[in-house]
């Protein structure tokens, strides 16, 4: 079974960097034709696709967000990251891991992430 878990701190300052982790299993994240998102919806909003990378490791931004967002991976862990430098409270969001397969079925659970002093 394929499952993808999000983890990372609840909470982070203005100024810091927002660090979270997707865990997969039940599918490799070098899988060809496979590539691995992060999206996130802040409160009464829409989702916002941030970031991507590719089975190969190849990496494509969001032009709003790509000054400040880094997405890599860690294929001995079977883990992808994102880390969000410079936050404000605008950052405020479900943050979300998904697998684009053309399915749009493998989701994280989300996590909740409040940028906050």
């Known amino acids: 079974q394929v499952q993808l878990q999000e983890s990372g701190p609840g909470l982070v300052k203005p100024s810091q960097t927002l660090s979270l982790t997707c865990t997969v299993s039940g599918v490799s994240i070098t899988t060809r034709y496979h590539a691995w998102s992060w999206l996130r919806q802040p409160p009464g909003k829409g989702l916002e696709w941030m970031g991507v990378i590719g089975d190969d490791g190849r990496t494509w931004y969001s032009p709003s967000l790509k000054s400040r967002t880094s997405v890599s991976r860690d294929t001995s862990k079977n883990q992808f990251s994102l880390q969000l430098s410079s936050v404000t409270p605008e950052d405020t969001a479900v943050y979300y891991c998904?697998?684009?397969?053309?399915?749009?079925?493998?989701w994280g659970q989300g996590t909740q992430v409040t940028v906050s002093s």
């Open positions: 998904a697998i684009d397969d053309g399915s749009g079925d493998y």
